[in-house]
């Protein structure tokens, strides 16, 4: 043995061991390797722990509803606009997309045969109520459960006949008699027409220009007395329409056929350029022309009846409303939504923006602010509501779109010449006793 051996420098000591030996040796570069590699260990496990507790906690993904407007006007989607952004403040995880649907295309929507819950079916459809009652078939989902709400206590709804409510009415619309004071101050008349008789005599003295009435047939025969509804259900009134028939074909010759295809905005612009003198047409039409003729001098109305008419002014009121599709597969969501706007502080706001009445009766009372940002014709409408006695358009009775697509083609029929109000009448009684489709 060497003690020698023991005692060398290590400098030496390695220069003496073997090649292989010597590539065993220490070196500072590889722990250095070593600790990157285990950081890089450390760090993928934290990632990977980060990962797995964002993906268990995350928020949940939002619920889209679709909301359609079928048959809407301009005002409707723009009125939307700040209740949706409301709504979704206070349901963040609920976003609201408004579509512009023509009739044909909610047809196709809604087949009941086709996928519950596929993308581009509305889970919504607000249109007014006619338009909903077309559409109904199996296609909308009760909504009696957002009656119980306590905010719904003041709702002013009308008997649904114990009947399951699917359409929630948000907004309703009244149809008074518009006339142009200037113009009927020129033509030598101090006052609107009372009767049905004078305003025939109106209209003639005002032949020079166009004089819109016969057109909203509906709402003559309402003023008229007429009562399409009765118990039973199974007659029509007939001396009141034969009174209304009667009158449209005494203002053959004073109206244009073309007035019966102009839509509510053609109608309140030839009004405010002076093109009609007078004309029957919607409430919403005083924000219509306070927005853009805010000079114009004219006022309302109510319909004029017939001077043998002794009853309360009657005219016809039509509903816009919501209704929830059953191929929707967010109900729950969309109730929501439907029962946020049937609120009395989102529906007096709908009302306003669209110049309408508030369904919600806690709805109705007017701040002074509002009322002046309204008008004065606006504040005459609902005097002559208050006053009045309303009468329901053809919506929810059974057969009512289909009688009053066919008083408008009689009124058609009349003005052209091809039929007599009694040929008319028989074929509406036909059609009503017969049994109007739904």
Not at 213 to 234: I, K, N, R, V, Y
Not at 371 to 379: F, L, M, T
Request: charged share 20%; hydrophobic share 40%.
């Amino acid at each position: 043995e060497n003690s020698d051996y023991n005692c060398l420098p290590v400098k030496e000591l390695t220069n003496s061991l073997p090649d292989k030996l010597k590539s065993m040796e220490y070196s500072p570069v590889d722990e250095k390797k070593k600790s990157r590699l285990l950081l890089i260990v450390v760090c993928a496990v934290w990632a990977g722990a980060a990962l797995y507790k964002y993906v268990q906690t995350r928020a949940p993904e939002k619920t889209v509803l679709s909301v359609a407007l079928y048959r809407g006007n301009a005002e409707a989607p723009v009125s939307l606009a700040p209740l949706v952004e409301e709504f979704q403040g206070r349901y963040p995880d609920i976003e609201i997309t408004i579509l512009d649907r023509s009739p044909q295309e909610l047809e196709g929507d809604l087949n009941p045969e086709k996928p519950k819950g596929r993308p581009g079916i509305p889970d919504i459809v607000i249109a007014n109520q006619k338009s909903l009652v077309s559409l109904s078939g199996d296609h909308f989902e009760s909504l009696d459960s957002l009656l119980q709400n306590p905010e719904f206590t003041e709702f002013a709804l009308e008997d649904s006949g114990g009947a399951p409510r699917w359409i929630m009415p948000l907004v309703s619309f009244m149809y008074p008699l518009y006339y142009n004071i200037a113009v009927l101050r020129e033509a030598g008349f101090d006052h609107p027409p009372k009767t049905r008789e004078e305003f025939l005599a109106y209209a003639e003295a005002l032949s020079s220009v166009a004089v819109s009435g016969g057109e909203e047939l509906a709402a003559w025969t309402w003023a008229a007395g007429l009562d399409f509804f009765s118990e039973d259900q199974s007659a029509l009134n007939v001396p009141a329409l034969n009174d209304s028939l009667n009158f449209v074909q005494a203002m053959t010759g004073l109206l244009d056929m073309a007035d019966f295809e102009k839509t509510e905005s053609e109608k309140y612009d030839d009004f405010i350029a002076g093109r009609i003198a007078m004309m029957t047409a919607s409430i919403a039409g005083t924000g219509y022309i306070k927005e853009r003729a805010p000079d114009l001098e004219y006022s309302l109305t109510t319909v004029p009846p017939p001077a043998a008419y002794l009853g309360k002014p009657r005219f016809a009121l039509g509903n816009w409303g919501a209704a929830l599709t059953k191929q929707s597969s967010r109900g729950e969501e969309a109730k929501l939504f439907i029962g946020f706007l049937s609120g009395a502080q989102a529906n007096a706001f709908l009302a306003a923006a669209l110049s309408g009445i508030p369904v919600n009766a806690s709805a109705r009372g007017t701040p002074p602010e509002r009322r002046a940002q309204r008008g004065v014709q606006y504040d005459k409408a609902l005097v002559i509501l208050e006053t009045g006695e309303a009468a329901g358009e053809f919506g929810l009775p059974p057969g009512g779109p289909v009688l009053e697509n066919a008083l408008r083609e009689a009124a058609g029929a009349i003005i052209n010449g091809t039929k007599t109000p009694d040929e008319c009448i028989a074929a509406l009684e036909n059609l009503w006793q017969g049994g109007a489709e739904n």
